[in-house]
């Protein structure tokens, strides 16, 4: 399968890696405006490797040398090159968010309809070896009834880009939006529903606060508490910090319902399963690795997992497991955080999704 890589900054570079370990994939284009990031791509690559650069999407598309289509520019282009590619036959994979902005997503979804070609959206968390085991074993009965799940993500700020495009929300849609949507992806995964309801509060306490770009100070918030509520009853809890280098854990991910708990460490990569019934002492740790991996990756191998099921449903024509539904559903929560935390009220996701 010949795959094209549009964006080829520090995102596109990180799927190239994946793709360069994985068997039936050879990459065969790049396009990126910006000459640093395709020369530091193209510097991944074996020695004597040949590879097609373009400045821009549009010209790889008219070069006819790809299947497929990895998107990895800014956050507030997706739309844009989406609407782009999606007359053509090529398979896509967009990377988190789908879009900025609700009627983006809702746009990029009436293109897609009918469809044949995958078009999968790049939330790779649920696919992280001790999380996708978390899942499973949630599914298996583990804990009963899903009653709450707890995502704590305590982290290093937002990486450096190129133009810095990630320090205004306008590009990036929020923070909520633009790091989060894999954590209320995985919420929904685990509950097995769509969200109802948003409550936030956050803020821009420490990061970015001492830069400047033409005399503006990013807005991009660095820590937040969001409950998000499902229609059986279920909770979650995102606990978001971006000044929290001095972690341990720099994910933890909690799912406790009426019979027991699991719990996922990363990155150490441990479980944690008990069962009210057996009490503290009857807890059971293992390190959970999915032998399947080839690249680790910034992930933990999630890229590479994910990018197998990629291309095992572009070969069979399947359904993508990871699609345009859940990237919209992941925006609209992301949203309606943002928008509690701005009116200081809980907010439905009905009505984000009414119109934004």
Partial sequence: MRYGIVGAGMMGQEHLRNL????????????????????????????????????????LVAADVCDAVVIATPNHTHHDVLLDLLPTDLHLLVEKPLCTTVPDCRRVLDAAEGREAVVWVGLEYRYMPPVARLVREVRAGAVGRVRMVHLREHRFPFLPKVGDWNRFSRNTGGTLVEKCCHFFDLMAHIVGERPERVMASGAQDVNHLDERYDGEVPDILDNA??????????????????????????????????????????????????????????????????????????????SYLEHLDFLAAMRSGSRPTVGLDDGLWSVAAGVAAHRSIDEGRPVALAEVLGGD
Wanted: net charge negative; with cysteine; proline share 5%.
């Fill in 20 to 59: 360069l370990a994985l068997e039936g994939a050879v990459v065969t284009a790049l396009a990126d405006p910006h000459e640093r990031s395709r020369t530091d791509a193209l510097g991944w690559l074996p020695p004597g490797t040949e590879v097609a650069t373009f400045a821009d999407h549009h010209a």
């Fill in 225 to 302: 508490y969001v409950i998000v509520e499902f229609p059986g009853g279920a909770r979650g809890l995102l606990d978001l910090c971006m000044f929290a280098e001095g972690s341990a854990h720099q994910e933890e991910v909690v799912v406790v319902g009426d019979v027991g708990k699991v719990e996922a460490f990363l990155p150490d990569s441990t479980l944690r399963t008990g069962r009210r019934a057996d009490g503290r002492d009857g807890v059971r740790t293992e390190t959970v690795h999915d032998p399947l991996v080839r690249h680790e990756g910034f992930h933990h191998g999630s």
